[in-house]
Protein backbone atom coordinates (compact mmCIF):
# COMPACT_ATOMS: atom_id res chain seq x y z
CA UNK A 1 0.00 0.00 0.00
CA UNK A 2 1.16 3.21 -1.00
CA UNK A 3 0.55 7.02 0.83
CA UNK A 4 0.83 9.70 -2.03
CA UNK A 5 1.84 13.15 0.01
CA UNK A 6 -0.24 16.14 -1.79
CA UNK A 7 1.93 19.45 -2.45
CA UNK A 8 -0.84 20.68 -0.18
CA UNK A 9 0.00 18.03 2.63
CA UNK A 10 3.82 19.31 3.62
CA UNK A 11 4.93 20.62 6.81
CA UNK A 12 4.97 24.03 6.85
CA UNK A 13 8.80 23.89 6.93
CA UNK A 14 8.78 23.25 3.60
CA UNK A 15 7.02 26.07 2.87
CA UNK A 16 9.50 28.66 1.58
CA UNK A 17 8.64 31.90 3.38
CA UNK A 18 7.41 35.15 1.41
CA UNK A 19 10.29 36.85 -0.90
CA UNK A 20 9.25 40.63 1.41
CA UNK A 21 10.48 39.30 4.32
CA UNK A 22 13.60 37.01 3.77
CA UNK A 23 15.54 38.07 0.50
CA UNK A 24 15.70 36.82 -2.83
CA UNK A 25 17.55 33.64 -3.66
CA UNK A 26 20.29 34.18 -6.17
CA UNK A 27 19.52 33.13 -10.17
CA UNK A 28 20.02 29.78 -11.52
CA UNK A 29 19.66 27.97 -7.96
CA UNK A 30 17.70 27.03 -5.09
CA UNK A 31 20.15 28.37 -2.51
CA UNK A 32 18.46 29.54 0.36
CA UNK A 33 17.19 33.05 0.92
CA UNK A 34 19.34 35.35 3.24
CA UNK A 35 18.28 37.73 5.67
CA UNK A 36 19.13 41.21 4.98
CA UNK A 37 18.49 44.87 6.63
CA UNK A 38 17.80 47.00 3.71
CA UNK A 39 18.08 50.68 5.86
CA UNK A 40 21.15 50.10 7.88
CA UNK A 41 22.41 53.56 9.57
CA UNK A 42 26.34 53.28 9.14
CA UNK A 43 26.95 53.46 12.57
CA UNK A 44 24.98 49.97 12.88
CA UNK A 45 26.94 48.88 9.86
CA UNK A 46 30.12 49.69 11.11
CA UNK A 47 29.76 48.12 14.77
CA UNK A 48 29.00 44.84 13.11
CA UNK A 49 31.68 44.83 10.82
CA UNK A 50 34.77 46.11 13.19
CA UNK A 51 33.25 42.96 15.44
CA UNK A 52 33.85 40.37 13.25
CA UNK A 53 37.36 42.16 12.66
CA UNK A 54 38.33 43.15 16.14
CA UNK A 55 39.97 39.93 16.97
CA UNK A 56 42.41 40.42 14.44
CA UNK A 57 43.43 43.46 16.37
CA UNK A 58 43.04 41.64 19.62
CA UNK A 59 45.05 38.63 18.63
CA UNK A 60 48.14 41.16 18.52
CA UNK A 61 47.55 42.14 22.01
CA UNK A 62 45.72 39.07 23.41
CA UNK A 63 42.78 40.34 23.99
CA UNK A 64 40.39 38.38 21.33
CA UNK A 65 37.79 37.75 23.09
CA UNK A 66 37.81 41.04 25.13
CA UNK A 67 37.69 43.22 22.41
CA UNK A 68 33.98 42.31 20.43
CA UNK A 69 32.78 41.85 23.98
CA UNK A 70 33.79 45.58 24.79
CA UNK A 71 32.27 46.30 21.08
CA UNK A 72 29.24 44.53 21.95
CA UNK A 73 28.52 46.00 25.14
CA UNK A 74 28.52 49.47 23.82
CA UNK A 75 26.30 48.67 20.98
CA UNK A 76 23.94 46.42 22.35
CA UNK A 77 21.28 48.42 23.23
CA UNK A 78 21.49 51.34 20.77
CA UNK A 79 21.73 48.75 17.42
CA UNK A 80 20.09 45.77 16.80
CA UNK A 81 21.87 44.78 13.75
CA UNK A 82 25.01 45.60 15.80
CA UNK A 83 23.80 43.18 18.43
CA UNK A 84 22.78 40.17 16.66
CA UNK A 85 26.61 40.51 15.09
CA UNK A 86 28.39 41.04 18.49
CA UNK A 87 25.98 37.32 19.51
CA UNK A 88 27.32 35.59 16.71
CA UNK A 89 30.97 36.59 17.30
CA UNK A 90 30.90 36.38 21.07
CA UNK A 91 29.58 32.88 20.59
CA UNK A 92 32.10 32.29 17.78
CA UNK A 93 34.88 33.40 20.05
CA UNK A 94 34.02 31.03 23.10
CA UNK A 95 33.42 28.30 21.05
CA UNK A 96 36.86 29.14 19.59
CA UNK A 97 38.64 29.33 23.04
CA UNK A 98 37.07 26.19 24.36
CA UNK A 99 37.99 23.97 21.34
CA UNK A 100 41.15 25.52 21.43
CA UNK A 101 42.13 24.06 24.56
CA UNK A 102 40.21 20.56 23.79
CA UNK A 103 42.57 19.82 20.97
CA UNK A 104 45.80 21.52 22.39
CA UNK A 105 45.57 18.74 24.98
CA UNK A 106 44.26 16.07 22.80
CA UNK A 107 47.57 17.39 20.64
CA UNK A 108 49.60 15.50 23.33
CA UNK A 109 47.72 12.60 23.74
CA UNK A 110 47.34 11.93 20.06
CA UNK A 111 51.14 12.72 19.19
CA UNK A 112 50.32 15.79 17.23
CA UNK A 113 46.90 15.18 15.43
CA UNK A 114 45.19 17.55 17.50
CA UNK A 115 47.53 19.89 16.77
CA UNK A 116 46.97 19.97 12.89
CA UNK A 117 43.55 19.90 13.79
CA UNK A 118 44.06 23.22 16.03
CA UNK A 119 45.55 24.43 12.76
CA UNK A 120 42.61 24.09 10.70
CA UNK A 121 40.02 24.88 12.43
CA UNK A 122 42.05 28.54 13.06
CA UNK A 123 42.08 29.03 9.14
CA UNK A 124 38.29 27.77 9.29
CA UNK A 125 37.72 30.46 11.88
CA UNK A 126 39.89 32.83 9.85
CA UNK A 127 38.20 32.39 6.71
CA UNK A 128 34.53 32.94 8.64
CA UNK A 129 35.49 35.86 10.24
CA UNK A 130 36.33 37.64 7.33
CA UNK A 131 32.99 36.34 5.13
CA UNK A 132 31.25 37.75 8.14
CA UNK A 133 32.88 41.11 7.90
CA UNK A 134 31.74 41.64 4.07
CA UNK A 135 27.97 40.13 5.29
CA UNK A 136 27.81 42.55 7.51
CA UNK A 137 28.85 45.45 5.01
CA UNK A 138 26.64 44.23 2.82
CA UNK A 139 23.61 44.47 5.71
CA UNK A 140 23.24 40.56 5.91
CA UNK A 141 23.07 38.43 8.74
CA UNK A 142 25.30 36.40 9.54
CA UNK A 143 25.85 32.59 11.17
CA UNK A 144 29.39 31.40 11.70
CA UNK A 145 29.61 27.43 11.23
CA UNK A 146 30.26 24.62 13.88
CA UNK A 147 29.54 26.96 16.92
CA UNK A 148 28.00 26.67 20.19
CA UNK A 149 25.54 29.18 21.03
CA UNK A 150 26.53 30.64 24.11
CA UNK A 151 24.35 33.64 24.02
CA UNK A 152 21.41 34.01 22.69
Not at 19 to 27: H, I, V, Y
Not at 63 to 78: E, G, H, N, Q, S
Not at 133 to 144: C, I, K, L, P, T
Request: hydrophobic fraction near 55%; glycine fraction near 6%.
Amino acid sequence: MSIAINACERPAACVRPPETARGTAPRGGSARPTLRHERLEDADRNFAIAMHLSPFAGAVFFLFVFTPAVLWLICKDRYAFADDHGREVLNMQLSAVLLSIILAVAGFLTFGLGWLALAVWHIVIIIAQIRGAVAASNGAYFRYPMIIRFIT
